[in-house]
Nanobody
Framework: QVQLVESGGGLVQAGGSLRLSCAAS????????MAWYRRAPGTQRELVAV???????NYRDSVKGRFTISRDNAKNTVYLQMNSLKPEDTAVYYC?????????WGQGTQVTVSS
């Protein structure tokens, strides 16, 4: 019912920047929560940042001050601007969409930060 398409991953040196995008299509609700999660190999998936349709945001402590989540409701797109990247940020990043009825996941985009 909802499809998420992610883009923007890649390889970057420590201290560099990257911006991820996630576009939602299909049966889009006017009120929704979108978020970015990540999973490193052998680890559990963890929440990186979340944003409501009203613009309320929250971040995990390790990315505060470095990452910024934003959304364009007209385009049904959420972004994650990642600055001052560290090797420990290396992971597959997943977009999440929650319309209050179902949770949908993107296929993931690889972010690799070299030391």
């Amino acid at each position: 019912q909802v499809q998420l398409v992610e883009s923007g991953g890649g390889l970057v040196q420590a201290g560099g920047s990257l911006r991820l995008s996630c576009a939602a299509s299909g049966s889009i609700a006017s009120i929704s929560t979108m978020a970015w999660y990540r999973r490193a190999p052998g680890t559990q998936r963890e929440l990186v940042a979340v944003i409501t349709s009203g613009g309320i945001t929250n971040y995990r402590d390790s990315v505060k001050g470095r990452f910024t989540i934003s959304r364009d409701n007209a385009k049904n797109t959420v972004y994650l601007q990642m600055n001052s990247l560290k090797p420990e940020d290396t992971a597959v990043y997943y977009c999440m969409y929650n319309d209050g009825f179902r949770i949908y996941w993107g296929q993931g985009t690889q972010v690799t930060v070299s030391s």
